[in-house]
Structure formats: C-alpha cells, structure tokens
C-alpha cells in the first residue's frame, strides 16, 4: 500500500462530521499533541475543521 503525503489544501478542507466534542483517549491519533497542552485521559475535546481555525486565526493582531 502506498501513502501519499496530504497537501495543506487537503489538510484544510472541511470534514464530514465536524464539529465534534470526543472524550480523549490514549489511542487517538492526535493523543500526544493534546496531551502536551494539558488535556489528560477522559478529557473533553472539541474536534473542528481546520478552515474554522483559520478564519479564527485571520482576526488574530499580529505581535510585533
């Protein structure tokens, strides 16, 4: 089976399903990630389409 990288534009399209809030899990594939921000084993967390956060991120002020 062959794996093709995704490209950004692949990353930031929207997904089927999402928003979603999931219990965290230690075999989720983004485990280690949100668990280096804090989030523990049972957690709550909210999965959204990455074009949401970029719409989020556009209205962020740039530090200097």
């Known amino acids: 089976m062959s794996y093709r990288k995704?490209?950004?534009?692949?990353?930031?399209?929207?997904?089927?399903?999402?928003p979603k809030?999931?219990?965290?899990?230690?075999?989720f594939p983004c485990y280690n990630a949100v668990h280096k921000m804090g989030a523990e084993v049972g957690d709550e967390v909210v999965l959204v389409n990455?074009?949401?956060v970029v719409e989020i991120m556009k209205k962020c002020q740039k530090e200097n």
């Open 6 to 18: 995704k490209s950004w534009q692949e990353k930031l399209a929207d997904k089927k399903g999402l």
């Open 21 to 27: 809030v999931l219990r965290l899990e230690k075999r």
């Open 50 to 52: 990455p074009s949401e």
